[in-house]
Each structure stands twice: as C-alpha cells, then as structure tokens.
C-alpha cells in the first residue's frame, strides 16, 4: 500500500468520524419531517413576566406590544417588561405608552442585550420578586406573537411541569420581501422543523434560537448570566449542563423580522460565528463532564441531549476546512513519493467537484423539501423568489463553513444593533 492510499484512508476514517458524531441529526430530522408533539389545553392559566430587550426599536416595539395584550390569555396574569437599552431613539417612551414597564439602562461598554437582560431581571427581582411569577417568556422587540401564543406556550410549560424551557415555532413576518429575507426565513423554519420537532418527540432537549422563549422563574432567581454575543446558545449550553431541558412547542408561533441586505447578514452572521466559538471555548468541557458525572452529583439528566448539544456547539466547519487543508498539503507531498502530480490532482479534483455537487444537491432539497412542508405557514413568496432562495440556500448553509473559521481570528467584534422597518 502506497502513501496515498494511506493518505486516502486517513482521511476517509477521519471524515467516517464526523459523520457518527453528526448521524443522530439525520435521525431527528426524519422523525421532525412526519410527526410533532401537540399538548392538551389546560384551563390553568400562569402568572408569566416578558421580558424585552430593545435598543432603537421605536418602529417594532408597539406592533409587539400590542400583539402580546390582543393575546387570549388572562392579562392581568402577564407582566410586560421592556429594557430600554443604550436608546437614542423614543423607544422608551412608545413602550410605556402602550402598557409596559420600562428600565432603562445606558453603558456604552455593555452593548449585547445579554447586558439588558441582567439589568431587567435584577429590576424585576428588586420591584416585583422573582418567584412571584411561575415563568419569563423571552421575546425581541421585531416580534409579533400570534394570538393563540401564550395560551399555546402555558399549555406546553405546564405538561412539563413548569420544570422546562419552552421554545416556539420562530416564523418570518417578511420573508417575502427579497430573496435574502426568504434564505433567512428557510434557515429558521428548517431549525424547527428539521432540529426542534424530532428532538421534543424523543425527549431530548432541542436549543433556544434566539428569543421566543419562556423558562421557569427558578432559572433565574439569581440573575441572568449570559451575555456573551450569542446569549442563546450561552444559554441553552449552560442550562443543558446543569440537568435542564429546552423542549419545542411548534403550535405557538412567532413572527420577527429578517435582514434583507448582504452587508446587514454578514455582520449578524459574524456575530452569530464569533459567539458561537466563544460558547464552545466556554462551554464544551463543563457539557462533557456534565456528561460523565453521575446525575445524583450535578451531571446532566438527559446526557443524551448533553452529548448533542456537546456535538453542536463545536466549530465544525472549521474543523472540516483545517482538515481539508491538512489533506491539501499531504496531496502536494504526492511527487515526492513517485506519483505523477497532474494524474492526483485530476482524480482529486473530480472527487472534491462529486463531493461537492452531492452536498448541493442535498441542501436544494431539503430547501425545496421544507417548503414543501411548511407552505401552510410561509407568507407570500412567489414561485420565483422561492426558486431564488432554493438555488442560493446552499451556498447561505456553507457561509457557516467559511465564518467559523473567520470567528477564530476575528478580535473585539463589536455588537451592532440590526435596523427593523417593521412587519
């Protein structure tokens, strides 16, 4: 057997790895495409703060207000709360006006709304107490909540015992707008469809994406931590590890609103890129060992779902990109063994362009697949732009690859607020 043989196996049982580590996603999507779990109404009816974050909202904050009290839950069971931060704009003022509670909170030097959060529920303990509320919904202010929301989500927070974190049904109220709106709209509905649903129907826990959330008030009787550029995955990581479970309720349905510029998307994706490798320097070696203690002293109750989460949070694309760079270099060293190097080349280049091929042909149709699936809940999209976003929802999965590795090198990547013209 010669050095490229040896090469080729190397590295087929290296990628033979990532494929087991990542098999089980299969499985859960296959599960998300056929089933859901629905939970039974309940006439109980729970007393739940929300909480907002909103930095320059002025033109979101009243849509979602008013959305929130149109809702049919008892209102004098919910608290509205909004924390006004680093606001230049009259924010605070519309929120007030239309029924919330307001905090406002300034410092320049804590922009993410991680910050926000840790003020609000610090306000809230000081003025209301905590654990005078059985939850905290998580909401951002582009939301709109359909009207059936809360009851939906205090269905799903009461089967579990009020012991879980609920997530919800995260749908795009512009996804018509352009075709970048639409990637961004695909890419959530395929986290609820494909991720969420399988996972919740295997009791294994799913992750918070963002807001649209609610979370027993026992998860922060003593503040809010997270607040890091991805305060979600910080989040979810976090509480994953200490036994917690983040479940799906994909009746209760949101709307927010999607970028629709390529500059606008980078930086939010960059964001989201930096922050996720921050989670898994911070966070990956509490999930294992959380995964090897014992539950009876303070390891994961579900270490299944420890172990997923473990698999998610690591910078997989950029792990694929230095090995596929390490294959690179080991294919140039090929002369130096006698092989012809044009002859390698070749044979290497029709396998990277099969290789590349098949994966996006894959993504197109689990794009197609998904809209497919979801038309009932997609919102005017034309058969055009639809195509549009099919042909390039590949390429958008693959910027993943490309800014993983860019988060490695990026520096003081500062959080900027995401312009909202309102649904």
């Not at 703060?49 to 009290?69: F, H, M, P, Q, Y």
């Not at 605070?92 to 926000?116: M, P, S």
């Not at 107490?129 to 951002?140: L, P, R, V």
């Amino acid at each position: 057997m010669g050095y490229l043989e040896i090469t080729a196996i190397v590295f087929a049982c290296i990628s033979a790895v990532f494929a087991i580590f990542t098999a089980h996603y299969f499985f859960f999507t296959v599960i998300g495409i056929f089933a859901r779990k629905k939970f039974k109404p309940r006439d109980e009816k729970l007393r739940y703060g929300i909480v907002i974050g909103a930095r320059n909202e002025e033109t979101v904050i009243a849509a979602l207000i008013d959305s929130i009290k149109s809702n049919n839950y008892p209102q004098d069971k919910i608290e509205i709360f909004v924390a006004a931060h680093n606001c230049t704009d009259r924010t605070a003022e519309i929120a007030r006006a239309h029924g919330a509670t307001v905090y406002e909170y300034d410092n320049l030097d804590e922009r993410t709304v991680g910050y926000a959060y840790k003020y609000i529920f610090d306000c809230i303990d000081r003025d209301y107490g905590t654990m005078s509320f059985d939850g905290f919904f998580i909401i951002n202010a582009d939301n709109v909540l359909t009207p059936d929301y809360i009851s939906k989500m205090n269905d799903a927070f009461l089967h579990y015992d009020k012991k879980n974190v609920i997530t919800s049904y995260r749908n795009s109220g512009n996804i018509g707008d352009n075709y970048m709106s639409c990637l961004y709209g695909l890419y959530f509905l395929s986290a609820c469809r494909f991720e969420a649903r399988g996972r919740t129907l295997c009791n294994c826990s799913t992750r918070v994406s963002g807001t649209g959330y609610v979370m027993p008030s026992e998860l922060v009787k003593d503040g809010w931590e997270y607040v890091t550029l991805t305060e979600d995955w910080e989040f979810t990581a976090d509480k994953i590890a200490r036994g917690h479970k983040v479940m799906h309720c994909d009746e209760a349905e949101f709307f927010d609103e999607q970028p629709t510029t390529v500059p606008v998307m980078l930086r939010q994706r960059m964001r989201w890129a930096r922050g996720h490798t921050l989670v898994f320097f911070t966070k990956y070696f509490k999930l294992l060992k959380s995964i090897f203690t014992p539950k009876r002293k303070g390891g994961a109750a579900n270490k299944y779902s420890a172990y997923d989460i473990s698999v998610a949070i690591m910078p997989l694309g950029a792990i694929a990109v230095f090995t596929w760079l390490a294959h690179l270099v080991c294919i140039a060293l090929c002369p130096l063994f006698g092989y012809d190097p044009a002859v390698v080349w070749a044979w290497y280049g029709i396998i990277f362009a099969i290789g590349f091929g098949i994966s996006y042909l894959l993504s197109f149709f689990s794009g197609a697949l998904l809209a497919i699936l979801e038309r009932k809940r997609i919102r005017k999209v034309g058969f055009f732009k639809m195509t549009a976003a099919l042909l390039l929802f590949p390429f958008f999965l693959l910027l993943n690859v490309i800014l993983d590795v860019a988060s490695l090198f990026v520096k003081n990547l500062a959080w900027k607020a995401i312009p909202h013209k309102g649904q």
